[in-house]
């Protein structure tokens, strides 16, 4: 594999050689490893996208809202890459993103890119994946890049630490009934989208959007938020209504944070974070052998039971690591 | 130290052998941890008490609650213990519990036993001492432990994670005026208490609780919640109106739990996340080195800068440990 050549036609913005970059820098091969961290070192590191982090559980019409929205930006001649970051994708069945026929139109764009979620594998090694492809998209001159995720587990964490903004798709909920937004998710979002808000479901939609406002409005303000945010908004995906608002209130909240300086410093603290994280993954790596993970449920099965004290199961369990 | 006099002694609910054994599972001294295992193990590993988190940022009135909940349980004829977990108390200056004449009526009881915070260390440590430290209590016979934290950083995680129900105290809040909770808490309460029901206060209280109540209604039911719960209470600490609703509340989602297994359920998820977490802390405590951690800090620095890649950054580090 000619990593120059390779580098050259990713920054050149050719979508194969986007695709292939993202292949490597998703293997686990000690030899890709060494492969993607040049590629990753050869690409211009001045080009910077919008990272817009997406959540939404199925069923509330993130694959519509993800058509509809990136057509219009491509309408205004930007270039909008889309990625998933989903760890459960083979646990649950069926990848999210791997059907790109739910986005017919965006996936027929030349200014398009849209990747499937990588197959499963542990968070820390999602979340690497992931940030690298997010890098590739950047070096290949992608205005705007689309991160989507399911609410499931601590995605939504990865996805956030790795965004510029980060939305939360709902929908509409009834009188009574539960919207089952997962407890601590509002607290990353910047943008709270109520969709369908079209036909019969228009009046929920625009009771649920006041809902969650008077939600945020009882969460503490953040030094990243000017007045005003985190909003929520209602929108229609399906009949294209509130999107070119919905992306005013982005650019407007992401202006106000480049203007103020928030931009670059979360930039530098994710970097810093990300770091952090994965000097933290490599020394926990020591627990996902397959001998270690029986050892630790085992003694786990003993803690749980109350036959031994925690920290002195885990001295135990640490000193035969050592050995 | 003669461990097997101080386990009698604790057994017997002696209070100030408790406070000996306590002081001792607080030492990090490598003896001192030595010590402290053996009279763990010596302890008797069969008494249970409610074991109840409460969260609540200052200015709430949490120590006037604590007071008179705790008071209000005396006078039932139950043993109360009230133990604090602040990771920032000397960086604050000032302890929380430092002050034992905030609970001038429940610290001159002989049924009940209060315990300052340990002094600053990393929050690991300190989940590691409070969790020996309610298991002392525990030990010693009393019916309910008060475990009691501020809105710092990830210290109601690590409450939560020990006790059987969490409590979060809050202000009552007036029109537009944003009440602070700090974004995820919410997640983790089983019931809001809405304080200082009382006087000019009062109105803004119970529309303080009824906002709670809409906002938890947007949240995912968890499986270990009866219908109703979590909860929103308006209660007065100060004229101790609510207090004995809320403690009905308090021992029905409590049955309820037993009845249907969630208590021990969660009891042994909890033995097994300590032990998982204690094993992790000690793989890390490698980061935690003045040598180390001005490594990473320095390393960090020129990640944040863009100068070097994250995941290569990290592996760099990594191998550096190993040398």
Not at 59 to 69: A, L, N, P, R
Not at 174 to 203: F, T
Not at 268 to 273: D, F, G, K, L, V
Request: net charge negative; hydrophobic share 45%.
């Amino acid at each position: 594999m000619d990593i120059t050549d390779i580098a050259q036609r990713v920054s050149a913005g050719e979508r194969r050689a986007l695709a292939r970059a993202i292949t490597l820098v998703e293997s686990g091969r000690a030899d890709h490893r060494v492969l993607a961290g040049q590629l990753l070192a050869a690409l211009p590191q001045d080009r910077q996208a919008l990272r817009i982090g997406l959540s939404g559980t199925p069923g509330v019409g993130k694959s519509t809202f993800i058509e509809s929205f990136g057509m219009m930006l491509i309408r205004q001649g930007l270039r909008v890459a889309v990625l998933a970051v989903d760890p459960s994708s083979s646990r649950s069945g069926g990848s999210i993103l791997g059907d790109k026929t739910r986005m017919d139109l965006l996936s027929r764009e030349a200014d398009a890119f849209i990747r499937p979620s990588p197959s499963q594998t542990h968070l820390g090694g999602v979340a690497r994946r992931s940030r690298e492809a997010v890098r590739l998209c950047e070096a290949a001159g992608f205005d705007v890049v689309l991160i989507e995720t399911v609410g499931v587990g601590q995605s939504e964490t990865v996805v956030a630490e790795m965004s510029d903004l980060f939305l939360l798709l709902l929908a509409p909920a009834g009188g009574d009934e539960l919207q089952g937004v997962k407890r601590g998710i509002m607290e990353m979002a910047d943008i709270i989208l109520v969709n369908k808000a079209d036909g019969d479901l228009k009046p929920a939609a625009v009771r649920t959007q006041a809902d969650y406002a008077g939600a945020l409005r009882l969460l503490r303000k953040r030094p990243q938020d000017p007045d005003g945010y985190p909003l929520a908004m209602a929108v229609s995906a399906l009949q294209e209504n509130g999107l070119a608002e919905a992306w005013e209130s982005m650019t407007a909240l992401v202006n106000w944070r480049r203007d103020e300086g928030f931009w670059d410093k979360t930039r530098a603290a994710q970097a810093r974070y990300w770091f952090e994280e994965d000097v933290k993954q490599r020394l926990l790596a020591q627990l996902q052998g397959a001998e270690a993970r029986a050892a630790l449920a085992a003694l786990g099965d003993k803690v749980a039971e109350g036959d031994v004290d925690p920290s002195a199961a885990a001295q135990s369990f640490v000193e035969g690591l050592g050995r």
